[in-house]
């Protein structure tokens, strides 16, 4: 009671095949499925929404596939400003910061002291 029963696993491309043959060689009632090709990401979300199995139940995703093709956007983006961290007594000392803005509309994102996040 209160274990998981369902894993994903991101595997070495080369692995895959090889992962999914031992936990079905070492693991009892085990339930393997290896998602692989350009619909993984849909196939996974009705795994998830399935019945559960009475068993463990594992999800096999290639490392790179899951890199590719889900058309994922970042949350947020970066704007590299030039900031005055000090002044020596002849010459200001900068340094190129990045900070975080929306993606959405490019507005540089502060915390709660109004201070910009970098």
Same mark, same amino acid.
């Given at each position: 009671?209160?274990?998981?029963?369902?894993?994903?696993?991101?595997?070495?491309?080369?692995?895959?095949?090889?992962?999914? @043959?031992?936990?079905?060689?070492?693991?009892?009632?085990?339930?393997?499925?290896?998602?692989?090709?350009?619909?993984?990401? @849909?196939?996974?979300?009705?795994?998830?929404?399935?019945?559960?199995?009475?068993?463990?139940?594992?999800?096999?995703?290639?490392?790179?596939?899951?890199?590719?093709?889900?058309?994922?956007?970042?949350?947020?983006?970066?704007?590299?400003?030039? @900031?005055?961290?000090?002044?020596?007594?002849?010459?200001?000392?900068?340094?190129?910061?990045?900070?975080? @803005?929306?993606?959405?509309?490019?507005?540089?994102?502060?915390?709660?002291?109004?201070?910009?996040?970098?």
């Amino acid at each position: 009671e209160g274990k998981a029963k369902r894993f994903l696993l991101l595997a070495p491309p080369h692995l895959v095949y090889k992962w999914r @043959r031992e936990i079905l060689d070492t693991v009892h009632n085990a339930k393997v499925w290896v998602l692989n090709g350009p619909d993984t990401l @849909r196939s996974l979300l009705k795994l998830r929404q399935a019945a559960p199995h009475d068993g463990p139940e594992y999800v096999i995703l290639g490392r790179v596939r899951m890199r590719m093709g889900y058309h994922w956007e970042s949350a947020y983006q970066t704007k590299t400003l030039k @900031r005055t961290l000090g002044h020596d007594g002849l010459q200001a000392q900068t340094a190129q910061l990045d900070f975080v @803005r929306c993606s959405d509309c490019g507005e540089l994102a502060k915390d709660e002291e109004g201070e910009l996040i970098a």
